[in-house]
């Protein structure tokens, strides 16, 4: 999101990126969208990474929105004998990113979408033990989808804040395909977009 645009001050000023499938694709992407804007003198204001996911339940049931507070690396890391070594653990990086509280708070009173962390895999979850796995090392997940620690990392390497935004259109466990509601997702997200302007009009970004 840029500045409020004069030309309609009602609304600020969005550009959609389709960014690709993947932590590093997203975070490619979003890294060369923020240069060029960055270059060219019209800088973003805040980077927002949204699509469909899937929902931890029953907290999170197909259709429903979530609001990340936490967008985190769930597989960014190391295997080791004891279990799963974060990268953080091995004296690297970091493993989340926190979006603004306030805009979190606003949106998500905005949509009804659920406040909790969103977790990035680069492998999507196909099984009831992964599923549980992942919930035990992070109890506040409620929804996991591939991209949002990649837009996060390249928002932060510009300063940036950034919001994650998702629609749940399967549950995380066992591979269903059968069970996927991505036009239901797709129809909730849609609908929630619709409420964005005001809320980002009303945020300062010094909150
Ligand atoms: O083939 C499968 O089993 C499978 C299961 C879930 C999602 C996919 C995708 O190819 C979608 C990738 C796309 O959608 C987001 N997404 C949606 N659901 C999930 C999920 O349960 N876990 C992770 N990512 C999900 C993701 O952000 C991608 O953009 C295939």
């Known amino acids: 999101m840029s500045p409020g645009n004069p030309a309609s001050p009602a609304s600020p000023a969005a550009e959609i990126l389709v960014a690709g499938v993947g932590p590093a694709a997203a975070a490619a992407a979003t890294a060369r969208a923020l240069a060029l804007a960055e270059a060219a003198g019209t ?3 805040l980077v927002v990474s949204t699509g469909i996911g899937g929902g931890f339940a029953p ?7 979530v609001v990340a507070d ?4 769930a597989d960014l890391g190391a295997e080791t004998p004891d279990g ?15 979006p603004p509280p306030a805009l979190v708070a606003a949106l998500a ?21 992964r599923a549980a796995a992942l919930r ?21 390497a510009h300063g ?8 749940v259109s399967n549950p995380v466990g066992p591979r269903d395909r059968a069970a996927w509601r991505i036009g ?15 809320v980002l009009k009303g945020w300062n970004r010094h909150d």
């Open 70 to 73: 936490a967008v985190t690396a």
């Open 84 to 98: 799963f070594l974060p990268v953080t653990g091995l004296g690297f990086g970091r493993v989340t990113h926190e």
């Open 109 to 129: 009173a905005a949509t009804g979408a659920a406040v909790g962390t969103v977790l990035t895999v680069s492998t999507v979850t196909g099984t009831a033990e």
């Open 59 to 65: 907290d999170a049931p197909v259709g429903s929105l």
């Open 184 to 198: 239901d997702a797709l129809a909730a997200l849609t609908e929630a977009f619709g409420k964005l302007a005001p």
């Open 43 to 45: 800088p973003y204001d």
């Open 160 to 167: 940036l804040p950034v919001l994650e935004l998702r629609a």
């Open 136 to 156: 035990a090392r992070h109890p506040g997940a409620l929804a996991e989808a591939m991209e949002g620690f990649g837009v996060a990392e390249a928002a932060a």
